[in-house]
């Protein structure tokens, strides 16, 4: 049974930075592509990054340029480099698999405001 525990979240001013990670245990982490996904309110999640298991990085054309996604095979944890953020970038960020999906996480939660 997959588990994820997301952290890294908080406040931030738009234009400010975030470093998101996701420790996985439980699933052949290296072995999977993986991605972030995040969730506004009242909507349902979209996928905004993927790294495959090899390390190539793919994102969504609203995160592009500012996002980056890496992953740390030997402790089975994902990151999130969030640079230049905007208001609508707040949300809820979550990660999993890219393809195969497990049990959800709590998420954390990123606010961008003034």
């Known amino acids: 049974q997959g588990q994820f525990v997301e952290s890294g979240g908080g406040l931030v001013q738009p234009g400010g930075s975030l470093r998101l990670s996701c420790t996985a245990s439980?699933?052949?982490?290296?072995?999977?592509?993986m991605s972030w996904y995040r969730q506004f309110p009242q909507q349902q999640r979209e996928l905004i990054a993927t790294?495959?298991?090899?390390?190539?990085?793919a994102y969504t054309p609203s995160v592009a340029g500012r996002f980056t996604i890496s992953r740390d095979n030997a402790k089975s944890t994902l990151f999130l480099q969030m640079n230049d953020l905007f208001p609508e970038d707040t949300g809820v960020y979550y990660c999993?698999?890219?393809?195969?999906?497990?049990?959800w996480g709590q998420g954390t939660y990123v606010d961008v405001s003034v």
């Open positions: 790294v495959t298991s090899a390390g190539g990085p």
């Open positions: 439980g699933i052949p982490f290296k072995d999977y592509a």
């Open positions: 999993n698999g890219a393809s195969v999906t497990w049990t």
